[in-house]
Structures are given as C-alpha cells and as structure tokens.
C-alpha cells in the first residue's frame, strides 16, 4: 500500500523556520523524484521545490528561492522541506509528490497546513 504521510505543519511566527517531513513506503522510494506542492484556498495548486530521485538537482519556485531547501534520505524514505524566513504568503496546506520516471506513477500525501502569523 503507496503511503505518504506529511508532518511538520504548524503555527509559526514571521520570520520563523520549520521543516517538512515526508515520510514514504510502499513503493522503491529511491527510485522517484520528489516534490513539495502548497494550495491555498480558491488557488491552484503550485509546486514549490523538487529533487530528483538520488538528490543531485533541485528546482524551486522563485518565491521561496534561498528561503527554502528540498532534501531527501533515501535511506529512510523521507523527503523534507527546510523552510527559513518564513512569510505569511507561505501560509498554506503543504503536499507532498512523488513521480516515477516518465511520470507513470505518481502519488500525494494529505497535506500538512503551515500557517504563517503574529
């Protein structure tokens, strides 16, 4: 059974960091890109960070460029997202991603909110 469970959501202060976790099973986790969407209520869905299936490239969206990091363990399964200097526009529900090569499999977590306020 695929699984990805998102952790890590919280209410944060301005300026605050948090880190996102994913935490995979039920499929060759290593052998899959991931990524970290965020949805707000009345938007679409955008995609915010990517690494690829070993971790040697990374893509972010230019809103969160320098701000947030995308990592992976393949030893554990796991994905994260590290996000630093956070704004209240990152207020959102955070997803997790996970595409096989070609894009023949791809799975989503439940989402994690991340609120941003004072």
């Known amino acids: 059974q695929v699984q990805l469970v998102e952790s890590g959501g919280t209410l944060v202060q301005p300026g605050g960091s948090l880190r996102l976790s994913c935490a995979a099973s039920?499929?060759?986790?290593?052998?899959?890109?991931m990524s970290w969407y965020r949805q707000v209520p009345g938007k679409e869905r955008e995609l915010v960070a990517t690494?690829?299936?070993?971790?040697?490239?990374?893509n972010y969206a230019d809103s969160v460029k320098g701000r947030f990091t995308i990592s992976r363990d393949n030893v554990r399964n796991t994905a994260y997202l590290q996000m630093n200097s956070l704004k209240p526009d990152d207020t959102a529900v955070y997803y997790c991603?996970?595409?096989?090569?070609?894009?023949?499999?791809?799975?989503w977590g439940q989402g994690t909110q991340v609120t941003v306020s004072s």
């Open positions: 039920g499929f060759t986790f290593s052998s899959y890109a």
């Open positions: 991603n996970a595409v096989s090569s070609w894009g023949i499999f791809d799975y």
């Open positions: 690494i690829t299936s070993a971790g040697s490239t990374t």
